[in-house]
């Protein structure tokens, strides 16, 4: 059926522990975009590539130059760490070297030996059961809010705090409404070929910034999408764009101060409830399936594509 009412809906303050205070105490903004008006797959590719090679959830290997190609060529050090799934099986065995389970993240936060770019995803599966960590329907937020705190208080304690940027995003909206239109950015080569005509970003995400220099209880009102992540890692190390996108990008520096303040707000989140699926639906006449490249299995794709790449042994 129609979930008109669930699209519309939405979460105050209070149902919000880590958000709900970090974005009053930290950096936010109000013009934070998905790169592109697709799914996740594209959105995912962009956070990595600065461009995508699909517009839909197609699972072939994808031969984009990433952000993490760029630091190895300049000798920095980059780590994908993952829970369950990780997304950079979509480059095979290229970026096998740099995944590492979640688990050693916070090791390296607490010894204060982060690498100089960390991506940290949280646990995927199960969404329609509810147990998912990724605060993607019907997936509970609670969970995904407990995680968020725990990296923040582990960034926030490291010693390596001081000279650290953490950014919370999310890769695109889900589905749900928003006001804002998104508007167009500019359509890389492969973007292109891939058949994205407008250029359009997706509707706005929950995007925070944290550091000892960044503004605090500051809203940015200037247009970002994930691909102004990659900018401002460029940026720091003098490193090549990607494409057009990330080279115009708007970069998040821009929001720093240069005065840091290294005290931070302790944010208390309750801790993640215990992992119960959703009760099943009632039983309802079974819809004709879905052309295959077009069904909801995102992550069924993924773990199977992992799976054969290695990342999961």
């Known amino acids: 059926g129609t979930n008109d009412e669930f699209a519309i809906g939405y979460y105050g303050q209070a149902d919000l522990p880590f958000l709900g205070q970090a974005a009053q105490q930290w950096t936010t903004f109000s013009r934070w975009f998905p790169p592109i ?7 995912r590719i962009y956070q990595h590539a600065g461009q995508t090679d699909r517009i839909g959830s197609t699972r072939t290997i994808s031969k984009l130059p990433t952000i993490w190609d760029r630091l190895a060529a300049a000798g920095l050090k980059g780590r ?8 950079l099986a979509f480059w095979g065995t290229k970026h096998l070297s740099i995944g590492r389970p979640t688990s050693t993240f916070f090791a390296a936060c607490k010894a204060g030996r982060l690498p100089h770019v960390s991506f940290v995803e949280p646990r995927f599966t199960d969404e329609a059961s509810g147990t998912s960590g990724d605060d993607h329907p019907h997936g509970d937020l609670r969970t995904g809010e407990a995680f968020m705190a725990r990296v923040y208080r582990a960034v926030t304690h ?4 001081p000279r650290t940027a953490l950014i919370f995003t999310f890769d695109e909206w889900g589905g749900f409404f928003d006001h804002v239109p998104p508007p167009p950015g500019p359509i890389p080569a492969a973007d292109a070929a891939a058949g994205n005509a407008d250029g359009l970003r997706g509707f706005r995400v929950p ?7 960044a503004r605090r209880g500051h809203i940015s009102t200037r247009v970002y999408d994930h691909t102004s992540i990659l900018r401002m890692i460029e940026s720091r190390w003098s490193l090549p764009p990607l494409s057009v996108r990330d080279r115009q990008a708007n970069d998040p520096a821009d929001e720093l101060i240069k005065t840091p303040t290294l005290t931070t707000p302790s944010i208390a989140v309750p801790p993640a409830p215990a992992v119960h699926a959703c009760e099943p639906a009632p039983a309802a006449p079974a819809p004709a399936p879905a052309p295959a490249a077009s069904r909801r299995d995102e992550w069924a794709v993924l773990h199977d594509l992992a799976d054969r790449t290695g990342w999961l042994r």
């Open 158 to 161: 490291s010693p390596a705090w």
């Open 37 to 43: 008006l697709a799914p996740t797959y594209p959105n």
């Open 207 to 213: 995007t925070v910034l944290v550091s000892p220099y």
């Open 80 to 87: 994908y760490y993952f829970t369950d799934l990780p997304f």
